[in-house]
């Protein structure tokens, strides 16, 4: 046979599947849209760690298209955002200009990879026929109150000059590009997502993901039962209500927190603390929110103030500090050191009492050297002494209410999505300000807003975006008076595009509808999601809300967006750093592909290692595959036209390989199923140099298996086979397997004299006990002497002769 030229190949079947679509909607075969996530197109273009996800999701698709469904298996642009600004800035050129270039590079890059996209329905998140649509949901939003202003402190990026959303803030700083982040006053557009908490927490179950993911959206949302308790202020008229959800410690609260924020704190000065108090609020404004987040050592200032504990009319102090979030619960917590870490840092470090209020057999230990958080038996608490803790904790905010100082409440740590950013690259956020009729939304007819052109996209700095200087394009008129009005110049998040142009890919050519009905019933929703677990949080959750947004005002008839997904992990560089130009340990596909091919490129993606984990890329294991897609094609092509019968040993090897590569693939193990094929493809080569070849169906059941990992190959080999429609159109389908075949048939059994294993027999797995032991005592030969008083056999494992 000829030796193998992927080269040729691969040229060879990339042509043919253009001019002949293997992946064709006949209307009959049910669908399976199997979704990546789309990329942001960066100039930078496409490294071999990009191409993992691409590679795994083709090898679903092509699994799916080869088991009979039709395909959606789409690709587009998450083309807004701030690196392509940044990039104009910097260079002078136009968003569109450097966003269009790079598309262009980055979808020639992927054609590469040789996945099934169907390009028919590419999007653009930057495309006026696409952001049209992005804008009518905000409309939307806005008609059902769920997109609202308000004036509030945000994360304010210096060196971005923009405001950013929680979720952009990494550990203090900005995501983008790692400046500490402050705070600024503005007034922001925000989406109601809070009003979506509770089904955003309770349809998790009805999803088939990993449960790492769903445990992340569920803390994001951050719900928790507890109670709200009032404590009145010793000497005035006036309470202060702390959040808990640990109403059964509330013996043990020795002082009571304020944020700084809280807009009881001032009042609380006395003569004495007035200057101190003052200089600490003074102080936390301006304090980052890096240096309040960390865990530094805790700050604080008491105000002279007390509070009376509800329960046992203890007078406890009241301070500040910064460890309490002005935006969650009400602002003030009662505070427990003997049950919560943070209180018990902060009572240590001011002096403050410690009441024990729980222990695990209800006696007090004489010293505590940290918090005791576990739940326990109760003490110290008059009525509840010798109660467990938890059953406390279950009964006393019902006590609470029925004596009118507290309320059993719900919390949530999901705050509303702040909608505004002060950039230019965005959709501008479709709104008219009137000063006579407010804020009105742009008339649905009047969509898209078009992003105009301005001279330059420097942000300024103000807090407003670069459109508020482009004078004819703010000054409007109002869709309502037709009086003189001022458009909205804020644009919108790059979350925006991102969060429903799933739904598009499907009907991206329609003027009149964001998708038709009729499509979206027939195609929607997605089967199987694809991409980077650093989206396990915000893009979905963004992606859910905006689904079931989309399904209260109709436009789809399902609530949930993706039924499966699945989060491949990164390809890294030496030492596990992510690969990246600044770091300069990006690998080009580009010379894998030109020295081993396309075919050894995809299989060597998923060989480096499980495909939900961050993987080392070593270049020189690609030659181990190069080698096995050799050996295989040698294999293959030595055997066409012999006609070879299938023998026994050949029908086990099919029969198991189908078994074990689809289980593997079933449970996207991917990495064991490359190291599965080279498995069998050894077994078989050893298998043909004493029968001469492998007979065809074996082969053909193998070139199957292979095919969506390795397309180009096993199209030539199927053909050489005499096949004249693809692989990928095959009648037959997927291969199956025979159980039979499954089965272990010869086992090991040991064979001992007196207790003492000498040899192994292999022999069938229902040989009868008689013939066993003959076939035991024909091996022992020699060794077996004297006379036998006792034949034992264990069925399966032993033999034991005992002889004296
Ligand atoms: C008393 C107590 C005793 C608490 C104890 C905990 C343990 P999650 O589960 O996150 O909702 N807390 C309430 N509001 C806060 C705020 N604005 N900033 C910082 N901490 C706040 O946590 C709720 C608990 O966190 C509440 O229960 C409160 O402290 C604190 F042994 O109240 B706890
Ligand atoms: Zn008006």
Not at 119 to 137: N, S
Not at 176 to 193: D, H, P, S, Y
Not at 497 to 517: E, H, I, M, P, T
Request: aromatic share 10%; glycine share 8%.
């Amino acid at each position: 046979s000829s030796p193998y030229n992927h080269k040729e190949i691969e040229k060879k079947w990339k042509k043919q599947w253009e001019e002949r679509p293997i992946n064709e909607n006949d209307g009959q075969k049910p669908k399976y849209y199997c979704l990546d996530m789309f990329p942001y197109p960066s100039g930078s273009g496409l490294h071999v760690g990009h191409w993992r996800g691409y590679v795994i999701s083709d090898v679903w698709s092509r699994y799916k298209l080869i088991k009979g469904y039709y395909v959606i298996h789409p690709m587009g642009w998450d083309a807004f955002g701030l690196p392509a600004e940044n990039y104009a800035i910097k260079m002078q050129v136009h968003p569109k200009k450097s966003t269009a270039e790079n598309i262009q590079n980055i979808r020639r890059q992927i054609k590469e990879i040789s996945a099934i996209y169907d390009w028919d329905m590419e999007v653009d998140t930057t495309d006026p026929d696409f952001y049209k649509w992005t804008q009518w949901i905000f409309v939307k939003m806005f008609k059902a109150g769920l997109a609202y202003e308000k004036e509030m402190p945000i994360n304010w990026c210096p060196s971005c000059k923009t405001g950013l959303a929680n979720e952009e803030v990494v550990n203090g700083t900005c995501e983008r590009c790692g400046e500490e982040v402050t705070k600024k006053n503005l007034k922001q557009w925000m989406l109601k997502i809070t009003a979506y908490a509770d089904r955003l927490l309770d349809d998790l179950d009805k999803l088939d993901w990993p449960e790492k993911v769903r445990k992340m959206q569920a803390d994001w949302i951050g719900k928790s039962y507890g109670a709200e308790v009032d404590f009145k202020i010793d000497g005035k008229n006036d309470a202060i209500s702390v959040y808990t959800t640990r109403p059964d410690t509330l013996y043990g609260a020795t002082f009571m927190v304020l944020a700084p924020e809280h807009e009881m704190a001032a009042g609380l000065a006395t003569e004495e603390t007035r200057g101190a108090v003052e200089d600490y609020i003074f102080k936390s404004s301006m304090k980052s929110s890096v240096d309040r987040l960390q865990d530094k050592e805790k700050t604080g200032v008491f105000t002279g103030s007390y509070a009376v504990n509800p329960v046992n009319n203890v007078k406890i102090p009241i301070w500040l500090s910064d460890y309490v979030l002005a935006d969650y619960g009400t602002g003030a917590i009662m505070c427990v050191p003997a049950h919560d870490e943070r209180d018990f840092e902060f009572a240590t470090k001011f002096s403050i009492p410690i009441v024990q209020v729980i222990s695990k057999d209800g006696r007090e230990n004489p010293k505590l050297d940290e918090a005791y958080t576990a739940p326990g038996i109760m003490l110290n608490s008059e009525d509840f002494n010798g109660l467990n803790s938890e059953d406390a904790k279950r009964d006393v905010p019902g006590i609470l209410e029925e004596r009118g100082i507290g309320k059993k409440t719900v919390n949530y740590k999901l705050r509303d999505w702040v909608f505004s950013r002060q950039r230019y690259w965005g959709e501008p956020i479709p709104i008219i300000h009137c000063e006579h009729c407010g804020n009105v939304a742009v008339p649905e007819n009047q969509l898209p807003v078009l992003l105009p052109e301005v001279e330059s996209y420097q942000p300024t700095g103000t807090g407003e975006s670069p459109l508020s200087a482009i004078d004819e394009w703010v000054n409007t008129t109002c869709p309502e008076c037709g009086g003189p009005a001022k458009r909205e110049t804020n644009t919108m998040p790059q979350w925006a595009g991102s969060s429903w142009y799933f739904l598009r890919y499907v009907d991206n050519k329609n003027q009149d509808a964001l998708v038709s009905k009729e499509k979206a019933d027939k195609y929607l929703p997605v089967d199987m999601y694809i991409g980077g677990v650093e989206h396990a949080v915000l893009h979905l959750l963004y992606s859910r809300f905006y689904t079931k947004f989309l399904n209260d005002i109709g436009v789809v008839d399902f609530d949930e967006p993706f039924q499966k997904l699945f989060n491949q992990g990164m390809i890294t560089g030496k030492n596990g750093i992510k690969m990246s130009k600044s770091k300069g340990n990006v690998v080009s596909p580009d010379e894998l592909v030109k020295d081993y091919g396309c075919d050894s490129l995809r299989m060597y993606e998923l060989f480096v290692g499980p495909p939900d984990l961050d993987s080392e890329w070593d270049e020189r294991g690609i030659e181990g595959v190069y080698r096995f897609m050799n050996r295989f094609w040698k294999l293959a092509s030595d055997s066409v036209g012999k006609n070879i019968k299938p023998t026994k040993e050949m029908l086990k090897i099919r029969n198991r390989m189908v078994y074990d590569i689809t289980q593997r693939l079933e449970s996207f193990s991917l990495n064991t199923v490359i190291s599965g094929f080279m498995e069998y493809n050894n077994k078989m080569i050893d298998l043909a140099k004493t029968t001469g070849g492998i007979d065809k169906e074996t082969l053909e059941a193998a070139i199957t298996l292979l095919s969506p990992f390795a397309p180009h190959i096993c199209e030539e080999l199927w053909a050489a086979f005499g096949n004249k429609e693809s692989v990928f159109k095959q009648e037959k389908g997927w291969p199956v397997y025979a159980e039979e075949y499954l089965k272990d048939d010869e086992i090991g059994v040991a064979v001992q004299i007196n207790g003492k294993t000498k040899t192994v027999i292999e022999i069938p797995a229902d040989m009868a006990k008689d013939d066993v032991l003959i076939k035991a005592k024909e091996s022992l030969g020699d060794k077996l002497t004297g006379s036998i008083v006792k034949e034992i056999y264990v069925p399966g494992k032993i033999v034991n002769i005992v002889v004296k």
